[in-house]
């Protein structure tokens, strides 16, 4: 599986290319948690997120389908103690209704073939009350931006969709849900997150 094998690079692509979005996004999604937070986090790669959001939670169950980006996020966040990783797929979740207080998917949902599948996951484990955050790679609003996420795809991503900040927002009015609100980290490649409220 492709991500498998990247599993090993991923970090020094993400950090050489991307590495001022990336620091700036996802410490602006951990300031969204705090210390009472019980967190999922869906597709956590090599735990770009998963290391910040740990710092400042209760607990986090970081989840990703592919075994060598999980030991990868796993290597990174040993030291935390309130951190577990399980295999899991996004649409297919098998943890119970209303489950976590916020639920993490980042630079995911533009792989997936069936994206409502995994949103209607999101937000069935989600607490009432609780926060869905989406961050994901608006590749289609810059040139670099976009010829990175070619390159990507060509080795085999998969990428099943390409967003800027117009088509982002679309896609989540389209499945019918509310986003309170969107927050993009500018540069090489613009990661916006939307930030979506269960009332
Ligand atoms: C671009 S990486 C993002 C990783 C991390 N969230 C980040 O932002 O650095 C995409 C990740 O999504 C995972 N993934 C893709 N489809 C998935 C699915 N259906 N269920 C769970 N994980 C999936 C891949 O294994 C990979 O680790």
Redo the contacts with the bound molecule.
Sequence with gaps: MF?NKISGI?DFV?NTFNGKVNREITQYVASLTNEDDDILE?????G??TLPIARRCKSLIA????DR?LAQAQKKCRHLPNVIFKK????KLSYADESFDKVVA???IH??DNPSK?MSELWRVCRKGGVIII?TYINKSTKSASLAAKAFNMLGAGLKREFDDKSYHEFFEQMGYAVSEYHTADGRMPCCAAIIRKN
């Excluded at 989840?63 to 592919?66: E, K, L, N, R």
């Excluded at 899991?88 to 649409?91: P, S």
């Design positions: 991500w991923y993400e869906c597709a956590c790669g090599t770009m997120f989840t990703d389908f592919a980006m899991a797929d996004i649409t980042a630079n995911v792989l997936l995994a961050p």
